[in-house]
Structure formats: C-alpha cells, structure tokens
Nanobody, 115 residues
C-alpha cells in the first residue's frame, strides 16, 4: 500500500503564491511518476503537472509559466510551486503516484484564490 500526505494549501489573493508538498510512503517503486491534479467546483478532475522519477515534466497549458513541479527522490516527495495565482486556480489539489502496481491518490488539499 501507498500513503500520500499533502500539505501547503490555503487562501491567497490573486497574484500570490503557494507551495504544495506531498510525501509518499509505503510500497514505492523506483520507477514512478508523481503528479498533481485538481478539481474545481462543478468541474472534472484535471491534470496540473507531473514528473517522472527521471525528472521529465508535463504541465497543463493553463499553468505553464506559473507553476513548477519538482521532486526529492530520496524522500519520495513532490512539490508544486504555484506563482501568479488566479481565481480560476481555486480547487482541491490532489497528489498522485503512478507506478507498476497502480495509481494512488492523496486526500486533497484546498487552494482558494480570492480576487
């Protein structure tokens, strides 16, 4: 089993910044992809960014140039630095890890951006 614990959400004004963290523990394979998804009010869950164990990254077009994903492989921790936040970034942000055994999700952390 895999456990994911997220932290760093909160309330911020438009234009501000937040940094999310997620630590994975349990049965972690060396070959994995960690990522962040989000689900806004009344919307489907969408990919925000992901990073492979080799450091390859992907971003949603809506966050390119504003968000940066990174990871600490030794600690199985992934970070999401979010800058120039917009009200439309308001959502519950979920951490994920995809590996040969399947996909696991965190419990989610709320990010609210006020205008």
């Amino acid at each position: 089993q895999v456990q994911l614990v997220e932290s760093g959400g909160g309330l911020v004004q438009a234009g501000g910044s937040l940094r999310l963290s997620c630590e994975a523990s349990g049965s972690i394979f060396s070959d994995n992809t960690m990522g962040w998804h989000r689900q806004g009010p009344g919307l489907a869950r969408e990919l925000v960014a992901r990073i492979t164990s080799g450091g390859v990254t992907n971003y949603a077009d809506s966050v390119k140039g504003r968000f940066t994903i990174s990871r600490d492989g030794a600690k199985n921790t992934v970070f999401l630095q979010m800058n120039t936040l917009k009200p439309e970034d308001t959502a519950v942000y979920y951490c994920s890890i995809a590996q040969p055994s399947g996909i696991s999700w965190g419990q989610g952390t709320q990010v609210t951006v006020s205008s």
